[in-house]
């Protein structure tokens, strides 16, 4: 299903709080999120345990899902981190945070942990 | 009890209390969880106080000596390096790091590039009506947050934009509306009552309300549209009410509206259409206001304006400044750099995956305090001290006024400010 991802900044799950006082679960665990309408979840024929992938040209992502009644339908919302932006690109010269086309599929792969993330970097490079 | 400034984020609050016994804070009276979270931070267990260095793909402790002897071989073998960050660095760490930028014939760049700065540029051909949270707190009657989710990012702005009473103002949250332009009900929603609007304008269709009002405003037609940008008739006649008869009305520009399209400029037409409702309404007028969150976001602006003559983007070559079209953005994705220094901010967690592998994939010195992503593919780190707790500073306030912090204990046995760092790193280089 296509759906529209906007990364925001959230004071409840904040990347910078997770490096300071956190770990590498409490980092996924608050960062490798997103929020969804309860109609889309059930769209998706969502459970709580299941992810979802979120994929576009730029690269993908799973992560897990929460429904959130202020979420507009066909809207998905996620903290700024490093999960957020295996999705982001650049469009005219600019780095794009909102608005972003993705294919959603849920999924029970599990999520990315953040030295799996790192490691992609790393390895690929040094 | 001492009363300072908070550098938790770029609204700088004058009136946090602290209690310390010299080594630690022990009690902090005022600060919001950004502010609090700040003053954590000089004991959270993820703070790194010592030089480090990558030996056989880990980094290693190692003394500032040979991390700056490090820095200087980096440094030394690169032609084309980069500087990015000095948005959470005081005003005196910025100019050293233009400076620095200037001795290595570098390319510099603040994280205002990627958000406010943009309003800014924006600006350069009109000019901007731009405001001071003080004239907000006195004089405000309307504010308007458009794609700003104040609540989170920037956490008391509110207690003091909406619910103080100012100079001029006897009456605080009683006379002051507020209006919400957002595709979500972000958390600043909840502060809204009665005489309130929330506008759930629908993704991406900024420009068709601004172009709307634009028209309106300044024909003074009647309303012939039933919806706009997803918002009914009845919605954009109370705005426009609004907008044209407020004594003091302030736009907060958020993230939202930063968006790029390669047919239109937002914020230009943004700052366009303030002008149009300022030339119409003979009684007030409105003025806009940048939300960048990082506590010196702004500085970078002026630091590099004020000295340079350029607000950001700077390239050097034989020492002078040169003329660039350049951005981080896409010095990192044409991977015209050879090398990087990163100052107190993450790009590898804040960037797209492929700009921060190429990134990763040169050289790269960090200097901040704490883990982070960048920090896990950093090639040399060196830890600083905390701008505003445990060294003085410059900053500038989201509404471009100047504060100085003030250092209230002291770092670490052999920690660093950033402006320090820089400037050891500028005598290491210099010194043959």
């Given at each position: 299903?296509?759906?529209?991802?906007?990364?925001?900044?959230?004071?409840?799950?904040?990347?910078?709080?997770?490096?300071?006082?956190?770990?590498?679960?409490?980092?996924?665990?608050?960062?490798?999120?997103?929020?969804?309408?309860?109609?889309?979840?059930?769209?998706?024929?969502?459970?709580?345990?299941?992810?979802i992938?979120l994929?576009?040209?730029y690269?993908?992502?799973?992560?897990?899902?929460v429904?959130?009644?202020?979420?507009?339908?066909?809207?998905?919302?996620?903290?700024?981190?490093?999960?957020?932006?295996?999705?982001?690109?650049?469009?005219?010269?600019?780095?794009?945070?909102?608005?972003?086309?993705?294919?959603?599929?849920?999924?029970r792969?599990?999520?990315?942990?953040?030295?799996?993330?790192i490691a992609?970097?790393?390895i690929?490079?040094? | 009890?001492?009363?300072?400034?908070?550098?938790?984020?770029?609204?700088?609050?004058?009136?946090?209390?602290?209690?310390?016994?010299?080594?630690?804070?022990?009690?902090?009276?005022?600060?919001?969880?950004?502010?609090?979270?700040?003053?954590?931070?000089?004991?959270?267990?993820?703070?790194?106080?010592?030089?480090?260095?990558?030996?056989?793909?880990?980094?290693?402790?190692?003394?500032?000596?040979?991390?700056?002897?490090?820095?200087?071989?980096?440094?030394?073998?690169?032609?084309?390096?980069?500087?990015?960050?000095?948005?959470?660095?005081?005003?005196e760490?910025?100019?050293?790091?233009?400076?620095?930028?200037?001795?290595?014939?570098?390319?510099?760049?603040?994280?205002?590039?990627?958000?406010?700065?943009?309003?800014l540029?924006?600006?350069?051909?009109?000019?901007?009506?731009?405001?001071?949270?003080?004239?907000?707190?006195n004089?405000?009657?309307?504010?308007?947050l458009?794609?700003?989710?104040?609540?989170?990012?920037?956490?008391?702005?509110?207690?003091?934009?909406?619910?103080?009473?100012?100079?001029?103002r006897?009456?605080?949250?009683e006379?002051?509306?507020?209006i919400?332009i957002?595709?979500?009900?972000?958390?600043?929603?909840?502060?809204?009552?009665?005489?309130?609007?929330?506008?759930?304008?629908?993704?991406?269709?900024?420009?068709?309300?601004?172009?709307?009002l634009?028209?309106?405003?300044?024909?003074?037609?009647?309303?012939?549209?039933?919806?706009?940008?997803?918002?009914?008739?009845?919605?954009?006649?109370?705005?426009?009410?609004?907008?044209?008869?407020?004594?003091?009305?302030?736009?907060?520009?958020?993230?939202?509206?930063?968006?790029?399209?390669?047919?239109?400029?937002?914020?230009?037409?943004?700052?366009?259409?303030?002008?149009?409702?300022?030339?119409?309404?003979?009684?007030?007028?409105?003025?806009?206001?940048?939300?960048?969150?990082?506590y010196?976001?702004?500085?970078?602006?002026?630091?590099?304006?004020?000295?340079?003559?350029?607000?950001?983007?700077?390239?050097?070559s034989?020492?002078?400044?040169?003329k660039?079209?350049?951005?981080?953005?896409s010095?990192?994705?044409?991977?015209?750099?050879?090398?990087?220094?990163?100052?107190?901010?993450?790009?590898?967690?804040?960037?797209p995956?492929?700009?921060?592998?190429?990134?990763?994939?040169?050289?790269?010195?960090?200097?901040?305090?704490?883990?982070?992503?960048?920090?896990?593919?950093?090639?040399?780190?060196?830890?600083?001290?905390?701008?505003?707790?445990?060294?003085?500073?410059?900053?500038?306030?989201?509404?471009?006024?100047?504060?100085?912090?003030?250092?209230?204990?002291?770092?670490?046995?052999?920690?660093?400010?950033?402006?320090?760092?820089?400037?050891?790193?500028?005598?290491?280089?210099?010194?043959?």
């Amino acid at each position: 299903m296509e759906m529209t991802v906007n990364i925001v900044r959230m004071i409840e799950r904040d990347q910078i709080e997770e490096f300071s006082f956190g770990n590498d679960i409490s980092l996924k665990e608050k960062l490798a999120i997103g929020f969804v309408n309860p109609k889309d979840f059930d769209k998706l024929g969502l459970v709580k345990s299941l992810h979802i992938k979120l994929s576009n040209n730029y690269g993908e992502v799973i992560i897990s899902q929460v429904r959130d009644e202020k979420i507009p339908e066909g809207s998905i919302l996620m903290p700024v981190s490093i999960w957020s932006n295996q999705i982001t690109g650049v469009e005219n010269g600019s780095i794009i945070y909102k608005n972003l086309r993705v294919e959603v599929e849920p999924t029970r792969d599990p999520i990315l942990q953040f030295k799996d993330l790192i490691a992609k970097i790393v390895i690929n490079n040094k | 009890m001492m009363r300072i400034n908070c550098s938790g984020c770029s609204l700088l609050c004058d009136d946090i209390l602290v209690n310390t016994n010299g080594t630690i804070i022990e009690q902090v009276i005022g600060a919001c969880k950004k502010g609090k979270q700040r003053m954590d931070q000089l004991n959270a267990k993820n703070r790194i106080i010592s030089p480090m260095i990558r030996k056989n793909k880990e980094l290693q402790k190692v003394s500032w000596e040979e991390a700056l002897n490090k820095v200087k071989e980096i440094v030394k073998n690169s032609s084309k390096p980069l500087l990015y960050g000095f948005s959470t660095t005081s005003c005196e760490a910025q100019l050293k790091g233009l400076e620095l930028a200037k001795r290595i014939n570098g390319f510099i760049d603040s994280n205002s590039i990627i958000c406010q700065g943009k309003v800014l540029n924006a600006a350069k051909d009109s000019g901007i009506t731009l405001t001071t949270l003080a004239e907000i707190i006195n004089k405000a009657d309307l504010l308007i947050l458009w794609g700003a989710n104040i609540a989170d990012s920037i956490p008391r702005l509110l207690n003091k934009a909406l619910f103080s009473r100012g100079k001029f103002r006897l009456t605080g949250r009683e006379i002051k509306t507020i209006i919400i332009i957002d595709p979500i009900k972000t958390a600043s929603f909840e502060v809204m009552q009665m005489r309130d609007t929330a506008l759930y304008i629908q993704s991406d269709k900024d420009i068709d309300l601004i172009r709307f009002l634009k028209e309106k405003i300044s024909t003074s037609k009647e309303i012939s549209e039933n919806k706009i940008a997803g918002l009914d008739k009845e919605d954009l006649k109370r705005l426009i009410i609004n907008l044209t008869n407020a004594e003091y009305g302030v736009i907060f520009v958020g993230q939202g509206l930063l968006r790029p399209n390669p047919e239109y400029n937002v914020l230009k037409e943004l700052i366009e259409l303030v002008r149009v409702i300022n030339s119409k309404n003979e009684k007030g007028r409105i003025s806009l206001t940048l939300l960048g969150g990082h506590y010196n976001m702004i500085g970078f602006e002026h630091v590099s304006l004020s000295f340079y003559g350029k607000n950001h983007s700077l390239q050097f070559s034989d020492n002078i400044l040169i003329k660039t079209s350049d951005t981080i953005v896409s010095k990192v994705a044409n991977d015209d750099f050879d090398c990087s220094i990163i100052v107190g901010t993450d790009p590898i967690s804040n960037f797209p995956y492929f700009l921060s592998n190429k990134l990763a994939s040169k050289p790269l010195i960090l200097i901040d305090n704490k883990k982070s992503a960048t920090m896990e593919v950093a090639d040399v780190f060196l830890p600083s001290s905390l701008t505003g707790i445990e060294c003085d500073g410059l900053a500038y306030r989201f509404d471009h006024v100047p504060i100085q912090l003030k250092k209230i204990l002291n770092p670490p046995n052999g920690v660093l400010s950033d402006e320090e760092i820089l400037n050891n790193i500028i005598k290491k280089i210099n010194n043959k």
